[in-house]
């Protein structure tokens, strides 16, 4: 099966967002993927759950939503409630990630850990039975239009092993820098699913690449 793929709306026009939103929808996008940055996680500021809410009548994708939130307890009722079908939590962003997940599947939601590039695939191994999803970072989060950085290839093969040996099931995730020269060898390792801002929407035709990344994955 092809891998996946999730446009990050971060590169999206926001003044035209239904119609990026529904462009990558009738292109065969499966998710739509929603960066929500606290200025303090990270150092930019983006959207809150008011976009989740908004675009939840306008698509059937799956809303995909990634908190760069600093203790994001604080706001994952908020999301859920705003209609998230997946919410993503970073292991660096709490002292208390397990709590973080549980409120998260409390509300029906499917639960996804989050970890930087600097951060160790063995940390998440004790909450790994408690998520549907998890998001290796391709880049240090806070900003599109990075280039991937190449060892998350080792990181990525690490985790799908992990997940064989425990007889787990959960999506492999990938964040950063994914375009029609990174997306493969991802996919090889083990990614099953695939965000990718700048590439779908920075420059002409999105359903275009989307349509490449699906080739490329077969
Ligand atoms: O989480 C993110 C940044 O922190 C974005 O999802 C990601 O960077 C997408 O952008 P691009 O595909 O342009 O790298
Ligand atoms: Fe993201």
Known sequence: MSIKVAPSILSADYVNLQRDVELVEKAGAEYVHIDVMD????????????????????????????????NPERYIN?????????????????????????????????????????????????????VDQVLIMTVNPGFGGQKFLPESIDKIKQLAAIKAEMGLDFDIEIDGGVNGDTVK??????????????????????????????????
């Open 185 to 218: 060898a991802a996919y090889d390792a083990g990614a099953t699913v695939a965000v990718a801002g700048s590439y779908v929407y920075d420059k002409v035709d999105p359903a275009a690449k989307i349509a490449a990344m699906k080739e490329l994955t077969k």
């Open 78 to 130: 908020e999301f859920a409630d705003a209609g998230s079908d997946i919410i993503g939590v970073h292991y660096e962003a709490t002292p208390h990630i397990h709590r973080a997940l549980q409120m998260i599947k409390a509300k029906g939601v499917k639960a996804e850990v989050v970890i930087n590039p600097g951060t160790a695939v063995e940390l998440i191994k004790p909450v790994l039975h408690m």
């Open 39 to 70: 200025g303090m996680f990270v150092p930019s500021i983006s959207y809150g759950a008011a976009w989740v809410k908004a675009l939840k009548p306008v698509t059937n994708m799956v809303l995909d939503v990634h908190l760069m939130v600093v």
